[in-house]
């Protein structure tokens, strides 16, 4: 069974930083998608950024963060960073991890990030 605890949200003014952290128990593969999602409040759960690590790291980001935050991976370390820079308002949101393992989604419990104006 695949469990997955995030860590390091909290409050970050707005042009701020923040980093994310994910660590996967369990066995996972660097070709298992992992990355990010958020959902505001009042809003329905979207996505920040995946990555796939094969032979070299494939990365999707919503337009959104384009240019602001960058997803890493740690297959050894089982890990999946989000590096989240020049933070907005609008990036307000419980941040959850999210591992699709063979075609077997699995979240975390989420951690909550607010940015203040």
């Known amino acids: 069974q695949v469990q997955l605890e995030e860590s390091g949200g909290g409050l970050a003014q707005a042009g701020g930083s923040l980093t994310l952290s994910c660590v996967a128990s369990?066995?996972?593969?660097?070709?298992?998608?992992m990355g990010w999602y958020r959902q505001a409040p009042g809003k329905q759960r979207e996505l920040v950024a995946t990555?796939?690590?094969?032979?070299?790291?494939?990365?999707n980001y919503a337009d959104s963060v384009v240019g602001r935050f960058t997803i890493s991976r740690d297959n050894g370390k089982k890990t999946v960073v989000l590096q989240m820079n020049n933070l907005k308002p609008e990036d307000t949101a419980v941040y959850y991890c999210?591992?699709?393992?063979?075609?077997?989604?699995?979240w975390g419990k989420g951690t909550l990030v607010t940015v203040s104006s």
């Open positions: 369990g066995s996972i593969f660097s070709i298992n998608p």
């Open positions: 990555i796939i690590r094969g032979n070299g790291d494939r990365t």
């Open positions: 999210y591992l699709d393992r063979w075609g077997s989604d699995y």
